[in-house]
């Protein structure tokens, strides 16, 4: 099916069918559509295509039989670096026209089309008293975040975001329209709850939101050198944190750059964030033990639910990025001692940040109906990241997320989680291997010919294992 050199494409019969925008090589606007949000990643794919409308979606699978080629679908590209393979041989597909949000205040509900970012939702949903199981991150995709997942500020007290969803509507590796639910193909909408987009397209996914009672919500700050001593506290603090409380710890190196407030560029600092869910007296006493240490910086406070995806001070524009993560069976003390030994002071870390999450609570039990991602086996998830600046970070920070990944091999857990995943990994170790069983038949069901080539790939089963 792939060929290793190709003539230019003929288009003039895909572009009468597509409404959206195509670039081919060459054209003017091709380097500005082929970039991912992580933009050390450079994509350079035979076509993008930048769909409006399903049909659109449908149009582009067709063509890509016509072709030999393969499509990979992309929101965001936060995630683009995951992905195994020839850009060459595919058609990059960029949702990024397609952010439209439709809400039902009264069944506490959300439409959305598949390069609805989270902001795109958390927002007019704030608006309205209501709240998604959204990301960290303002402008992650919702889409991706569902096929990996979802963990959020309200995880530990309601679980995965991908268990929220209701409906996906689909374009199938044949091109073919398909709404997928509970009752509608059963089997798809199971796998592509937190199973990788790798059987079908996502063009539309309708969310159950939640009723947000009162919220506490902000960041404490402390120079970096108070490293040990405040992630000591906040791990015997995690132990009994109550399941209201979703939060993490973090050691953040910030360069001085004008993008970062004066009173924080160029510092090193370690950080606790996160929410707890109910009002402020409730909040003030949870997170008391934490207040105790006297933080330099206390933005904590009562907070509306968009207020969720900015409290992590993500950077919100297109930004280079190396990160590595491992989830974590435990965490017992001589961890945190190993975690600041080659991540804070004194350790030469060349990372922007290294980061601790804690999960359980809801994330760690099955929900009714749960989809492919049903829990997550492990008690905190370790997430790195440098931003390669120069040529000298460029190598110097792959090498030390290696050891910092070493350092805690012995809490490591035998699954990974495919959203921190930044590098290609074994798909198959995300999953028990009944489930990656599973996600293989539906993919060989919905796209037996492998061509949706999603970030994190899953391929068809053989003919003899279906």
């Not at 490293?227 to 710890?249: I, K, M, N």
């Not at 924080?264 to 997170?287: K, W």
């Not at 934490?290 to 910086?297: K, S």
């Not at 931003?387 to 460029?394: A, K």
């Amino acid at each position: 099916m792939i060929t290793s050199a190709r003539p230019a494409l003929e288009l003039d019969t895909l572009r009468e069918q597509f409404t959206g925008n195509l670039h081919a090589p060459g054209d003017a606007g091709y380097d500005e559509a082929r970039m991912a949000w992580n933009v050390v990643v450079d994509q350079r794919p035979a076509l993008v295509a930048e769909p409006r409308t399903a049909q659109d979606v449908s149009a582009i699978v067709r063509f890509a039989h016509s072709t030999g080629l393969r499509v990979a679908p992309q929101g965001t590209g936060h995630n683009a670096s995951a992905r195994v393979g020839a850009a060459a041989d595919e058609i990059l597909l960029s949702t990024r026209l397609m952010r439209g949000v439709e809400i039902d205040a009264a069944r506490r509900t959300a439409r959305v089309e598949a390069g609805a970012l989270c902001a795109d939702l958390t927002a007019p949903a704030s608006d309205l008293g209501l709240a998604a199981l959204g990301g960290s991150s303002p402008d992650v995709g919702l889409v991706g975040y569902v096929m990996g997942g979802g963990i959020g500020w309200l995880a530990r007290a309601f679980g995965l975001c991908c268990n929220s969803v209701l409906s996906f509507d689909v374009v199938t590796g044949q091109g073919e329209h398909v709404h997928v639910d509970a009752e509608s193909h059963p089997e798809l909408f199971w796998a592509l709850r937190g199973g990788t987009g790798s059987p079908a397209i996502i063009t539309h996914m309708e969310l159950q939101l939640i009723a947000m009672p009162e919220l506490y919500a902000g960041a404490m700050l402390w120079p970096w050198e108070r490293a040990r001593e405040v992630l000591h506290a906040w791990r015997e603090w995690t132990l009994d944190a109550p399941e209201s409380a979703t939060t993490s710890a973090r050691i953040l190196q910030l360069p001085p750059i004008p993008d970062i407030p004066e009173p924080f560029r160029g510092r090193s600092f370690v950080c606790l964030d996160g929410a707890v869910i109910g009002n402020e007296a409730y909040a003030r006493e949870v997170l008391a033990p934490l207040r105790a240490l006297e933080p330099e910086v206390d933005l904590f406070q009562i907070s509306p639910p968009a207020a969720l995806s900015h409290l992590h001070m993500d950077p919100e524009q297109p930004t280079p990025g190396i990160g590595t993560h491992a989830m974590l069976a435990e965490l017992p003390a001589e961890a945190i001692d190993a975690f600041v030994d080659v991540a804070g002071p004194g350790s030469s870390s060349p990372l922007l940040v290294a980061e601790l999450r804690h999960l359980g609570g809801a994330l760690a039990r099955v929900p009714a109906n749960a989809g492919a991602r049903s829990r997550l086996d492990a008690s905190y998830v370790l997430f790195a990241l440098g931003v390669p600046m120069t040529p000298e970070l460029g190598e110097a920070i792959p090498a030390h997320l290696e050891v910092l990944k070493a350092a805690l091999a012995p809490q490591h857990a035998e699954r990974i989680y495919l959203n921190f995943a930044e590098a290609p990994s074994d798909v198959s170790r995300a999953f028990d291997t009944d489930v990656f069983a599973a996600l293989r038949a539906v993919k060989a069901t919905y796209d037996p010919q492998d061509v949706i080539h999603a970030n994190h790939a899953i391929a068809p089963a053989p003919a003899q294992a279906r």
